[in-house]
Nanobody
Framework: QVQLVESGGGLVQAGGSLRLSCAAS????????MGWFRQAPGKEREFVAA????????YYAASVKGRFTISRDNAKNTVYLQMNSLQPEDSAVYYC?????????????????WGQGTQVTVSS
């Protein structure tokens, strides 16, 4: 069982930056691939970024590639999402997810544990 707690969301102006953190419980964090997803009002939850257990493999949605960076610190049981050049269309609730495998995936169905989400609002 893994428990995930996101933090770092908030209100930012367009062009600004935020760094989301996701703290995971459990002693086997390093064996889980991790992902970030987001859901805007009235829309389906969508993939944002994913990272393998080692951090060597990363995937990004086309809409965030070049602006967002996913990383992890296995010693701290934490995964991060650095978000730069934020735009109003990035506004959403951002969710952290853990996958009970070491390989990353962009598929929402590939994740077994979810956090409660953190709100990101980008004003124009």
């Amino acid at each position: 069982q893994v428990q995930l707690v996101e933090s770092g969301g908030g209100l930012v102006q367009a062009g600004g930056s935020l760094r989301l953190s996701c703290a995971a419980s459990g002693r086997t964090f390093s064996s889980y691939a991790m992902g970030w997803f987001r859901q805007a009002p009235g829309k389906e939850r969508e993939f944002v970024a994913a990272i393998s257990w080692s951090g060597h493999t990363k995937y990004y949605a086309a809409s965030v590639k070049g602006r967002f960076t996913i990383s992890r610190d296995n010693a701290k049981n934490t995964v991060y999402l650095q978000m730069n050049s934020l735009q109003p269309e990035d506004s959403a609730v951002y969710y952290c997810a853990a996958r009970s495998q070491t390989t990353a995936t962009m598929s929402i169905s590939g994740y077994d544990y979810w956090g409660q989400g953190t709100q990101v609002t980008v004003s124009s």
